[in-house]
Each structure stands twice: as structure tokens, then as C-alpha cells.
């Protein structure tokens, strides 16, 4: 969720802005000239819309001090038509108050009538701050869930660069043995030649040794040419 609003661009914001500001708008003037249900239902959804538009307000920080987007002149601007909203949606409800008692007054509405509608206000207002307390601990949460985001995603780049750092290290070091085990295969090649030329002069040495030998022995007791045997 936390990467889905860093991709948003500040049209995007802008546009959700712009359409929850002309229903702002709108309720914060309709109420004075509603009553009853309409007048609660025109007050709630001024509270609702304006608390929407500042959740929009702090995904806005987070995607600007996240990408560095320079957004900090729009942002300021839009707190403070936060604050002006707020301070006509106060004032429009006191006003109505206001008229609502001085009519009630005026048509011979008892102290009492007052000290009701003065408590259902209260009451009111009590509801209205919980809603915008509940929506800055949601924002409160969002905030804390994407630093724990930012923390993990730091944590899991810097795994794979060490990673990477030893997947390099042990191919250096596969490389170094291939290459010592082609200097042995080329070493036990050379050393088995030498063995077969050295087994091959043996060979021929016993062989001529043996013929040597054979010939000294014919030599010596060997019979000599065109003799007879000795007489006995």
C-alpha cells in the first residue's frame, strides 16, 4: 500500500482533492440554510469529507519526504484551507445553534428546550472529535507501517548486495580450482609419459642384458664349429 501511493503523482492528489473540496464547500454553506436531520446529515458529511482530505494530507508527506518530490508549498497551502474549513464548519454550527435557540426563544421556547439542544451539540461535537482522533490514530498506523516497510526493504537490499558479494567470491575461488586442476591433469599427463618411456628403456635394457647374457653363456659352453662330441 505504502509503494502504490509513493507512485502517485501530485495530479493524482490534487484531483481527489479538488472533488471532495467542492462537496466541502457546498455543505459548509447548505447548513445554515437546513434544519433538523438535514442540518446533522450536512454537518456530518462535512466532518467525514474534511477528515478524508486530510488522510490524503498525510499520504501526501509521506510520498514527498519519501521521493523528495518538493511538494512543500502545496502541502502548506492545503493545511491551511484545512484550517479554514474547519473554522467555518465551527462557526456555521454555532451560528445555526444560535439561531436554532434565539427562534426557540423568541416562539417561547423554554430554558430547558436550550439546555437540551445545548447538550445534543455537546454531544455532537464529543462524536466528532472521537471520528477525527480515530482518523489520526489510522494515520498514525499507516506512518508506522511504512517505516517498518522502509526498515525491511533496507534490511533485505543489503542481504542481497552481501549475497552478491559471496556468489562473486565463490566463483573467483571455482575458477582458481579449475584452473589447479587443469595444471594437475596437464602434470599427471606429462608425469604417465614419463613413466611409459621409462617402462619402455627398461624393457629394452633387461631384453639386451638377456641377449648378452645368452650370448656369453653360448660363448663358453657352446660347442665349437665342425667339432665332435669328446670320447669317452
Same mark, same amino acid.
Given at each position: 500500500?505504502?509503494?502504490?501511493?509513493?507512485?502517485?503523482?501530485?495530479?493524482?492528489?490534487?484531483?481527489?482533492v479538488?472533488?471532495?473540496?467542492?462537496?466541502?464547500?457546498?455543505?459548509?454553506?447548505?447548513?445554515?440554510?437546513?434544519?433538523?436531520?438535514?442540518?446533522r446529515?450536512?454537518?456530518?458529511?462535512?466532518?467525514?469529507?474534511?477528515?478524508?482530505?486530510?488522510?490524503?494530507?498525510?499520504e501526501?508527506?509521506?510520498a514527498?519526504?519519501?521521493?523528495?518530490?518538493?511538494?512543500?508549498?502545496?502541502l502548506?497551502?492545503? =493545511?491551511?484551507?484545512?484550517? !479554514?474549513?474547519?473554522?467555518?464548519l &465551527?462557526?456555521? +454550527?454555532?451560528?445555526? #445553534?444560535?439561531? /436554532?435557540?434565539?427562534?426557540?426563544?423568541?416562539?417561547?421556547?423554554?430554558?430547558?428546550?436550550a439546555?437540551?439542544?445545548?447538550?445534543?451539540?455537546?454531544?455532537?461535537?464529543?462524536?466528532?472529535?472521537?471520528?477525527?482522533n480515530q482518523?489520526?490514530?489510522?494515520?498514525?498506523q499507516?506512518?508506522?507501517?511504512?517505516?517498518e516497510?522502509?526498515?525491511?526493504?533496507?534490511?533485505?537490499? =543489503?542481504?542481497?548486495e552481501? !549475497?552478491?558479494?559471496?556468489i562473486? &567470491?565463490?566463483? +573467483?575461488?571455482?575458477? #582458481?580450482?579449475? /584452473?589447479?586442476?587443469?595444471?594437475?591433469?596437464?602434470?599427471?599427463?606429462?608425469?604417465?609419459?614419463?613413466l611409459?618411456?621409462?617402462?619402455?628403456?627398461?624393457?629394452?635394457?633387461?631384453?639386451?642384458?638377456?641377449?648378452?647374457?645368452?650370448?656369453?653363456?653360448?660363448?663358453k659352453?657352446?660347442?665349437?664349429?665342425?667339432?665332435?662330441?669328446?670320447?669317452?
Open positions: 500500500f505504502f509503494f502504490v501511493f509513493v507512485m502517485k503523482s501530485l495530479a493524482a492528489f490534487q484531483s481527489e479538488d472533488s471532495l473540496r467542492s462537496d466541502i464547500c457546498r455543505a459548509i454553506a447548505n447548513i445554515p440554510r437546513t434544519s433538523g436531520d438535514e442540518r446529515g450536512e454537518t456530518t458529511k462535512a466532518q467525514r469529507d474534511i477528515a478524508e482530505v486530510e488522510e490524503i494530507l498525510s501526501m508527506n509521506l514527498n519526504d519519501y521521493s523528495n518530490n518538493g511538494w512543500d508549498a502545496e502548506e497551502e492545503l =493545511e491551511e484551507e484545512i484550517s !479554514q474549513w474547519k473554522s467555518q &465551527q462557526a456555521a +454550527s454555532r451560528q445555526v #445553534d444560535y439561531d /436554532a435557540q434565539r427562534s426557540e426563544l423568541m416562539a417561547g421556547g423554554s430554558l430547558l428546550s439546555a437540551v439542544t445545548a447538550d445534543d451539540h455537546r454531544q455532537k461535537m464529543e462524536h466528532s472529535t472521537q471520528l477525527m482518523g489520526s490514530e489510522h494515520v498514525i499507516m506512518n508506522r507501517i511504512a517505516q516497510t522502509i526498515e525491511m526493504g533496507a534490511d533485505t537490499m =543489503e542481504r542481497l552481501q !549475497q552478491g558479494v559471496q562473486n &567470491q565463490s566463483r +573467483s575461488k571455482l575458477r #582458481d580450482i579449475n /584452473a589447479s586442476l587443469d595444471r594437475a591433469n596437464k602434470t599427471m599427463r606429462k608425469i604417465g609419459r614419463t611409459m618411456t621409462n617402462k619402455i628403456f627398461l624393457v629394452l635394457a633387461v631384453i639386451a642384458v638377456l641377449v648378452i647374457i645368452g650370448v656369453v653363456v653360448f660363448l659352453f657352446g660347442l665349437p664349429l665342425g667339432g665332435s662330441e669328446p670320447t669317452q
